[in-house]
């Protein structure tokens, strides 16, 4: 048995895949996708910054790796991601002339797009637009385009991708206020008779604090809207949040601070059945709205590679997924598969 069928009638299963994967070389991973997923997303490789290697150049060689593998083994693919304020590439640095910026958004659109199209299922086409308070977020598209780029992404996507669905990603966005700026945006799109297929809530949650209920009130409202909703980053992190501890004793960027670290020596078994339980209240919560919800994607295949580890704070310990360090299902998995 395995996650993708036992979800195969509600949603596609999803996972990050790594550029160590993607490069072949992390096979117990590579294994378990096989087994498991029949969704990726690129963790970084099809990002701007790995993709284009100069001004309107580019090494698509580990990008086409990844397309071959998930072609020869009936996996989709997201794409992830034309328009982001991060991870752009060095030589954008500084670059504020709206002729520049310009010419780079179209370029990685029509670019990217057009080669990968028939290949990658979806595109997040833009990510992390917004603030917390649900106005745009000061970037470099924002300032050099106006607030039309994100109608102007997608109607390039449209054009350069036709057969790939189109996607607006971010987290947070299940909080009230994001989301308004969310609905904002997608209804802008909409208007101008453009093509949006769905939105991602990213879902980066924290132990014993996933808010259910702003999560159900966000697939209503999105779904509303005509578009298919996805989790597009699951994880939940174990670890206290810096942002969550104001105490001046507990310094913010400690690995070695073993109240911001706690389980260098493994998980225990209270923390694991927490987060077993996190996960199948959210699973139960999925399946209610199956009809609305179209994929659910990891942030990664297993602890050990989780991102988790090193951010916010480099060198941690974290425990965010489904499948432990040595490759093997937790309780997290079983719970979500004794749903099925
Ligand atoms: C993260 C990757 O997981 C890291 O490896 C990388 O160093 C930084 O980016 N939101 C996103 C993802 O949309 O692209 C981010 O991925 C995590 C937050």
Redesign the pocket.
């Known amino acids: 048995t395995s996650l993708k069928d036992a979800f195969k009638d509600d949603f596609l299963i999803g996972t ?1 895949m ?1 550029d160590f994967q993607a490069a072949g070389r992390d096979e117990k991973a590579l294994e378990l996708i096989k087994q498991h997923f029949n969704s990726i997303t690129p ?2 490789l099809m ?1 701007a910054e790995r993709l284009m290697t100069g001004w309107k150049q580019y090494d698509f060689s580990l990008a086409d790796k990844m397309v071959a593998f998930a072609q020869e083994n009936n996996i989709k693919i997201n794409g ?2 034309f328009i ?1 304020h ?2 752009m590439p060095a030589f954008m640095r500084g670059i504020r002339n709206p002729d520049s910026v310009r010419a780079y958004f179209e370029d990685i659109i029509q670019t990217v797009g057009s080669r990968y199209d028939g290949k990658v299922d979806s595109w ?1 086409v833009v ?2 637009a917004l603030n917390e308070d649900g106005t745009l977020r000061q970037s470099t598209f924002l300032r050099a385009l106006g607030e039309d780029y994100i109608v102007e992404a997608f109607r390039l996507a449209q054009k350069a991708t036709p057969n790939s669905k189109l996607y607006y ?3 947070n966005i299940e909080q009230p206020k994001k989301r308004a700026g969310a609905i904002a945006i997608i209804k802008k799109i909409q208007e101008a008779g453009v093509r949006i297929d769905g939105v991602g809530i ?1 879902g ?1 949650w924290h132990l014993g604090k996933v808010p259910f209920k702003d999560i159900e009130e966000s697939i209503k409202e999105f779904s509303a809207l005509g578009i298919k909703v996805m989790f ?2 699951l994880d939940i992190s174990v670890l206290p949040s810096p942002w969550d501890n104001t105490s001046a004793e507990v310094s913010l960027h400690a690995a070695e601070n073993p109240k911001m670290n706690p389980y260098v020596n493994g998980l225990p078994d209270s923390v694991s059945q927490q987060l077993a339980k996190d996960y199948e209240e959210l699973f139960k919560l999925f399946l209610k709205y199956k009809d609305h919800i179209s994929r659910i994607t990891f ?2 295949v297993n602890d050990g590679q ?2 988790l580890n ?2 916010p704070i480099r060198g941690r310990t974290n425990y965010p997924l489904l499948f432990d360090r040595q490759y093997q299902p937790k309780a997290a998995y079983y719970s979500i598969m004794a749903l099925k």
């Open positions: 990050a790594s963790e970084n990002k992830h991601t982001w991060s991870q997040d990510n992390e990603n971010d987290y990213q980066h597009t980053e942030w990664g989780s991102w090193g951010w």
